[in-house]
């Protein structure tokens, strides 16, 4: 049975950012999830929204964590060669009453120490963004927001704390949580491993392991629609209706792939494993679109998802030592603004784990090795990178103009792509209008080979999710 001094329980984005955090220090960690791969839970489906800190509460942990975590992804993104844009956002308002809730919307901002903040009337909001209904009243305009690729995010994280010596251990369902001679027991279908320290960073899961019995996570599902690259440029900023109770409310935002995102919708439900889309959702996000923006064309879909947030009953992060289970340090309820908060909760984790365990800096840590996209390189530089190795010039995915090369890269990385949605998640093969249509079997063409198994042992996204049922008679 492996020993370690800390497991994080969770690879998703805030679990993936800790582990980082950790793999600066001679402490030893593994990071564990139930999915064969990071970032297949809520940070695969979310609005990839980097939110400039108006919309907490003042005094909340979300409120604080926001606002650090804003400030912080930039720099962050840079270091681990992710894709991020600062577009700055906007709350329209299309009544004097949705007004007033923008007006608190920017005086609650400041309170938390949001830079920038201002309310824009009817003609700059038309000057900055054309396709906005021309009924909008005013907005409340947050430079600093942004957009970034969640699950690229996740994955780099996870992918440089395991090259800097974080071992993983994936398809482990954690079970239970159990205190033996000082130790946990961390208990899973697929094995057990032992450790002095646990951080649970499980998402909708996180309730079941914190150690607060009246501490709970109700689920709230949440649609969305993609549409086609080529309303790249539509839209230039994060745009929000005025929030209700339920939540920010419909958004139309670009993303740093140059497509249009659309929604969510906001349901709470009771299965933490419904991401089944509705008419019902759907039609909503269509309805709420069209009004913000008249003139989208929505034939331009080209698919629709959905995710799942971790809404706690506390209605704040929950993020400390636990007062049940002693050595159990608790990052739950991490609904949005969790993407944004993200970078400061890791590091806010790694700050209290070093008052019960010493944490000495390594003398060498390394950051991310440079991903190698063939569609953002010159000609020239192409043709060079073709030279040196041909998998690079083989085109696999049309849509997204991916390689073999990049594919193959994305399987040998440490943390590698172990399924079809780990590749598109990686390299956006099968992320273009024809959603794989014609890439799928060159995808399961490559996994088979580089992971040295048969293609119908492959699955879209773990579990019973096979791709092929099986072989042709006489061929295998």
């Known amino acids: 049975m492996a020993n370690y001094d800390v497991v994080v329980i969770g690879a998703g984005v805030v679990g993936s950012l800790t582990a980082l955090e950790l793999s600066k220090h001679n402490v030893s960690v593994c990071l564990v999830d139930r999915f064969p791969e990071p970032g297949c839970g809520t940070s695969k489906a ?17 409120a604080a964590l926001n606002v650090r975590g804003c400030g912080m992804m930039e720099a962050l993104c840079g270091e681990l060669d992710v894709p991020y844009l600062r577009t700055g956002s906007m709350v329209l308002a299309f009544s ?19 830079k920038g903040l201002e309310i ?64 946990f027991r961390v208990i899973s279908k697929s094995g057990e491993i032992r450790a002095a320290f646990v951080i649970n960073c499980a998402g909708v899961y996180s309730d079941l392991f914190c150690g607060e019995p009246s501490f709970r996570i109700q689920p709230r599902k949440g649609e969305y629609l993609i549409l086609d690259r080529k309303y790249d440029g539509l839209v230039h900023h994060v745009l929000f209706r005025t929030p209700t ?18 929604g ?27 009004y913000m923006l008249p003139g989208l064309d929505l034939r331009g879909v080209i698919t629709s998802f959905a995710g799942l947030r971790a809404t706690p009953s506390t209605g704040d992060f929950l993020i400390g030592w636990s007062s049940g289970q002693e050595g159990l340090l608790n990052a739950a309820g991490i609904e949005s603004p969790g993407l944004t908060s993200a970078p400061a909760i890791a590091l806010k984790l790694v700050e209290l784990l070093g008052e019960r365990l010493p944490l000495q800096k390594k003398a060498h840590f390394h950051g991310r090795q440079k991903v190698l996209r063939m569609a953002e390189l010159s000609l020239e530089e192409k043709n060079k990178v073709i030279r040196e190795n041909p998998a690079y010039g083989r085109v696999v995915c049309r849509c997204e ?5 990049e594919i193959v890269d994305a399987i040998r990385r ?40 048969s293609q119908t042992e492959l699955t879209k996204s773990g579990g019973l999710s096979r791709m092929l049922t099986g072989t042709l008679k006489g061929e295998e």
């Open 414 to 453: 440490n943390a590698g792509a172990r399924t079809v949605d780990g590749v598109k998640r990686r390299v956006r093969a099968g992320m273009g209008r024809c959603q794989g249509s014609f890439c799928m079997p060159g995808v399961l063409e490559l996994l088979s080979r580089e992971l040295g198994v």
């Open 264 to 290: 969510p919708t906001s349901e709470p439900i009771e299965d933490r494993e419904d991401t089944d889309t509705t008419a019902k959702g759907l039609g909503l996000i269509r309805e709420s679109s069209k």
């Open 46 to 62: 979310n609005s990839a929204i980097v939110h400039a800190g108006y919309d907490a509460d003042p005094g909340t942990a979300k």
């Open 96 to 114: 004097e009453e949705e007004a007033r809730k923008i007006q608190a919307l920017l005086e609650r901002g400041r309170q938390n120490g949001v």
């Open 120 to 183: 824009i009337g009817r003609e700059r909001v038309l000057e900055l963004e054309p396709q906005v209904n021309p009924e909008v009243f005013a907005a409340l305009y947050a430079p600093d927001a942004g957009i970034v690729c969640p699950y690229e995010l996740t994955v780099a994280a996870a992918e440089s704390a395991l090259d800097n010596g974080v071992e993983a251990r994936f398809d482990f369902p954690v079970e239970r949580l159990e205190r033996e001679n000082g130790m």
């Open 245 to 262: 109770k339920l939540g920010k409310g419909i958004l139309a935002a670009p993303t740093v792939h140059g497509n249009l995102l659309l």
């Open 401 to 405: 103009c991916v390689s073999e090369g």
